[in-house]
């Protein structure tokens, strides 16, 4: 056995690596791959290992996903080529560790828009499969992997392949929504969305409760592109689940002003300073969270027709560097779940549970989903979906968030493994039913285990 | 792996018949521990534990350890690290020796140095290096309030806690950034098997108070755990005593 960790001065020793709530950090070796020959010899040296490899992007999954305890991650940052780009039929080819934010920048010009985008626009094209993203849009163009053509896989026995949804479903579908388990995704090509101009046209209205909420959305979600709702999970009695709902759609060209039609198809989103690196515990309690979730919920101005730059409307923390810093040194947990229509009986419980624990999340989110999508891991479903953010160190959350997991599990529902840093292991296949097919074709791809994540060993994918 | 809570499922009690430690081993297994290996010298409690833990859903092995070789323990151990990651390792072994007895019987009270010292200063070693090579993972030392400053009643045992504290407390820095967390924790009277018919000292605390100390700990990630929380500023202040005053406390 070796000895204690090297003097610093010696060979580079494994960093904490922790994913964007910064719980459970582990130490992994980090690896920047710039080529795809480096990604491949990476990958093969971990094989060797013992302790495998996992593809990490811009770390914006909440838990362990991204994620190797004394294994190696791969940085796929550096491998960020934009290879072609067709902008008459709308589709790209890029690097799996291009981001959201780039094909942004360098797509609306041209007059396109990524398919689907989540709440932030940093997160890599390689994450937005391997988690199989979704958007506000979902009920509408499904989740990311809808709108991948082809990608470029290196699975764990050292081969690159070409999967497409045609030739491969089985490697696709798996890889869609698996987590970066079944390889390390190199380049996608990704069918886009046209756009004429860079702003959005948001409808907002407010629901006095949850019941008004959901019918409110279940109403006319289908005249929108793209539909979400902000909720107070903090209200209680008559106003539980009031909310604030935004919909629309990219503007179109008359509806601009004159000035703005001078360079309608303009990315210009702004920043903010970060919040410091030090943040006191205990900042967020119900008190002041409750105070913002009022004041957030009076300032919203209703309307429709409203014009907002593109990055106000999808991406609005992203204005805030390391945001999730405000929860402090304890870090945050993330969660989300999906339940499916006929069962919102469940989700007025699980409401009103969340409520009256007094779980201080000011950044609570309910929207419908569309038809989900073959991927066997991934998320989405038909149904409706609440995601909210609570501080780690809330004394009980566990206990809570289990019970909750039996609720969504009950009525056939499941949560979020992008979002996920705690659920129980034997949960994961009543909410997966795909789960052993997953587990096969790991095997069958990776005999020897070259890749393998936190999450994979905490939840034995 | 631990959750996002601190809560392993995986465990390692070293000193497996200790009360603190199992009442801390069922908490646990309350949560997400499945899998709890007891190390310690094979015994009938040392079984009888493992099978009341079973009894709980854990799939639950015993481990021949013994304290006072620790020529073995790189091996023992070793082998343990080997059957696959191990989330949590809770160092509870102990002995508390007889003050009046060992003071006229060196060969005894080198021996409660020896358990405590020397034993706790190699298994803990063993396993700080296991848990650096899997790159996460919480190592749980069991110290006491004994140790902060040492006592005419029981300065024996609390000189072998203090070495074993201060060991700690520096194999936590030598592993901080790998991954690796290392927690002190100094309870104070608890009331176990180990004390019983003991004088019991002010602000005396109990098994199960210590072990759900070690899991909020183990959450939130401290390094020192105080049980109960109020001996942490007694502690300092009596740190900060003149000695021929401190003499004359009833402690």
């Not at chain 1, 056995?1 to 010696?10: G, I, N, S």
């Not at chain 1, 896989?153 to 970066?180: C, I, K, S, Y």
């Not at chain 2, 603190?20 to 534990?49: D, F, M």
Request: hydrophobic share 45%; aromatic share 6%.
């Amino acid at each position: 056995m070796a000895v204690l960790p090297p003097a610093p001065d010696t060979a580079p020793a494994p960093t904490p690596v922790s994913g964007w709530g910064r719980t459970a950090p582990t130490a992994a070796r980090l690896l920047r791959p710039a080529s795809y020959e480096e990604a491949a010899a990476a990958l093969r040296e971990a094989a060797h290992s013992g302790r495998g490899a996992i593809a990490r992007g811009l770390g914006r999954a909440y838990g362990d996903a991204a994620q190797n305890a004394g294994g190696a991650v791969l940085d796929m940052t550096g491998l960020d080529r934009i290879h072609e780009i067709d902008a008459v039929n709308g589709l790209v080819v890029c690097d799996a560790g291009v981001s959201l934010h780039k094909l942004m920048q360098v797509l609306l010009p041209l007059g396109w828009f990524v398919p689907v985008t989540p709440g932030t626009r940093y997160v890599t094209v390689g994450g937005a499969i391997s988690a199989d993203i979704h958007g506000k849009n979902h009920h509408v163009s499904g989740s990311f992997s809808r709108h991948v053509r082809a990608l470029e896989l290196l699975t764990g026995d050292g081969e690159t392949r070409l999967v497409t949804p045609q030739d491969e479903p089985e490697l696709f579908w798996a890889t869609a929504g698996g987590m970066g388990l079944t390889g390390v995704i190199l380049a996608a090509t990704v069918e886009l969305l046209p756009v004429r101009t860079s702003l959005m046209r948001v409808d907002t209205e407010r629901a006095a409760d949850l019941d008004d909420l959901m019918a409110r959305l279940a109403a006319n979600d289908h005249r929108y592109r793209y539909s979400v709702a902000w909720i107070d999970l903090l209200a209680r009695g008559a106003r539980t689940g009031r909310a604030v709902l935004t919909r629309g759609d990219h503007a179109p060209l008359d509806a601009l002003g004159a000035a703005a039609r001078r360079d309608p198809l303009a990315f210009r989103p702004g920043r903010l300073p970060a919040p410091p690196r030090m943040i006191p515990e205990g900042l967020l309690t119900r008190r002041t969270v409750g105070a913002f979730n009022e004041f957030w919920y009076r300032k919203a101005r209703t309307g429709s027709g409203r014009l907002q730059r593109l990055s106000t409307f999808f991406h609005p923390l992203d204005g805030v560097p390391d945001w999730n810093r405000i929860y402090g040194r304890g870090g945050f947990v993330q969660y989300q779940f999906v339940i499916g229509y006929g069962h919102e009986e469940a989700l007025r419980r699980i409401v009103r549970r969340i409520g009256a624990h007094g779980c201080p999340s000011f950044l609570a989110v309910l929207k419908r989903f569309g038809d989900g999508d073959p991927g066997w891991l991934s998320f989405p479903m038909p149904g409706w979906t609440l995601a909210l953010d609570i501080p780690a160190a809330m004394p009980g959350l566990g206990a809570l968030l289990d019970e909750l997991d039996e609720e969504v599990a009950a009525v056939g529902g499941r949560v979020y493994l992008a979002k996920d840093s705690r659920l129980r292991p034997d949960m994961l296949a009543r909410m997966y039913p795909r789960l052993d097919d997953f587990r096969e074709l790991r095997a069958r791809y990776d005999p020897h285990g070259a890749l393998t994540s936190d999450l994979a060993r905490r939840l034995a994918l | 792996m631990k959750d996002a809570f601190g809560a392993p499922q995986t465990l390692l009690l070293l000193g497996g018949t200790s009360e603190i430690g199992l009442a801390t081993a069922r908490r646990l297994i309350a949560r997400r521990t499945r899998r709890v290996y007891l190390a310690g010298r094979p015994s009938p409690a040392l079984e009888q534990a493992a099978q009341d833990l079973r009894a709980l859903g854990a799939e639950t092995m015993t481990v021949a350890f013994d304290a006072l070789e620790p020529d073995t323990h790189e091996e023992v151990l070793g082998k343990v690290f080997a059957d696959g990651d191990i989330d949590t390792v809770l160092l509870a072994f102990g002995v508390l020796g007889d003050q009046a007895r060992d003071e006229q019987d060196p060969a005894a009270a080198a021996r409660v140095a020896q358990t405590n010292y020397t034993g706790g200063v190699s298994a803990a070693l063993v396993c700080g290096t296991a848990l650096q090579h899997q790159g996460h993972g919480s190592l749980v030392v069991l110290s006491s309030v004994a140790g902060e400053r040492a006592r005419r009643s029981n300065f024996i045992y609390g000189s072998s806690k203090a070495g074993l504290d201060a060991f700690a407390q520096g194999l936590g820095d030598a592993l901080h950034g790998c991954g690796v967390h290392v927690m002190v924790v100094r309870p104070g009277f608890v009331r176990t098997r180990m004390t019983e018919g003991r004088r019991e000292a002010p602000m005396a605390t109990t098994a199960d108070a210590v072990a759900e100390a070690v899991e909020a700990g183990l959450r939130r990630r401290t390094e020192v755990v105080w049980v109960p929380a109020a001996l942490r500023p007694v502690m300092a202040a009596l740190r900060l005593m003149p000695r021929p005053l401190f003499r004359r406390l009833p402690l």
